[in-house]
């Protein structure tokens, strides 16, 4: 089996799909909202490079960097070229058809990794691999599967990894596929505040339209900080709010935000503790501090990932 659909998954299955998509299938489980989809599997990623032959070309070319006879951004380049001139085998495609078109005629989808370096409590891969956000149609959703296979080969990642002592050879990349929200506000919660490790604390980001606005680091968001001894906002500080992201034609676009969304906080009071509820909710099913980004349409909480902070004490 190479594709999983998340309602299928838990923690158990991070060995088959990383431990973004397990943790997805896990909140599922706890009935807590998420936008729904399937995963393709380590073993889609393995079959589909050894088909191809792309294992050959991803030592070679590591090797002549090594040696010096080919900079890092050329030996990135070929590999990626390799993954996209790649032809992913008819089996896969089938199931992987199966599961988009459930979705819905086609349905806009992110397409992201979940590969087994990613969202580990000793090490936080989060962004070397990419994302892409609003594919939609067959040939456009097997072109950014591919592209995000290829991302574990990019130079950042490739330099993250050297950096961090983790063997090129022995990682295993997942695609994880959602259908895309539309949310009025989204942003990334810290179950325990990374600005003095209390973890009595929680931070709530905050901007209009999509989450990856804050992700990116584009915005400066709103910020509140919920003290969870004293049950109330402690701290909240206007952020610029100077664009919000937007679905768009296959792809998002960046918007500038008019005065009334720069003046205006994105999340009133009530959100703000229904998002805490929510992620406090996550944090005691995985026994430790999560950094969540989350969506909200129409008044429905949405979370998008969980993963575990790695840079607290």
Request: aromatic residues 10%; charged residues 25%; hydrophobic residues 35%.
């Amino acid at each position: 089996m190479y594709v999983r659909n998340l309602k299928e998954l838990n923690i158990r299955d991070n060995i088959n799909v990383g431990g973004k998509a397990a943790n997805l299938g896990e909140l599922y489980s706890l009935k807590i909202n998420i936008p729904m989809g399937f995963c393709i599997t380590y073993n889609a990623y393995e079959d589909f490079i050894k088909e191809n032959g792309i294992n050959e070309s991803i030592k070679h070319y590591l090797s002549e960097n090594l040696n010096g006879k080919m900079s890092l951004e050329e030996c990135s380049n070929y590999i990626l070229e390799s993954f996209l001139h790649g032809n992913i085998p008819i089996h896969i495609k089938i199931e992987i058809i199966r599961e988009y078109r459930a979705l819905g005629k086609k349905a806009c989808v992110a397409v992201r990794s979940s590969a087994n370096v990613e969202d580990r409590k000793e090490a936080s891969f989060a962004g070397q691999q990419d994302t892409f956000l609003n594919i939609s149609g067959d040939f456009n959703v097997f072109q950014h599967i591919k592209k995000c296979w290829a991302s574990l080969w990019s130079p950042r990642a490739i330099d993250y990894r050297r950096k961090n002592n983790f063997d090129d050879h022995h990682i295993q990349m997942a695609v994880l596929i959602q259908k895309m929200i539309s949310p009025d506000a989204a942003g990334v919660v810290f179950t325990c505040n990374p600005m003095n490790d209390q973890k009595g604390e929680v931070l709530v980001n905050s901007t209009y339209g999509l989450g990856e606005a804050v992700a990116s680091g584009t915005v400066s968001p709103d910020t509140y900080v919920y003290d969870m001894n004293k049950k109330r906002i402690i701290y909240r500080q206007k952020g610029g709010k100077e664009y919000r992201f937007i679905n768009s034609d296959n792809g998002i676009k960046k918007v500038l935000n008019n005065r009334k969304f720069k003046q205006t906080y994105s999340l009133n009071y009530l959100n703000v503790l229904r998002l805490v509820k929510v992620c406090k909710k996550i944090e005691g099913r995985f026994g430790c501090p999560q950094d969540i980004e989350w969506g909200i349409v129409n008044g429905k909480i949405y979370i998008v990932q969980s993963r575990p902070i790695t840079n607290i004490r």
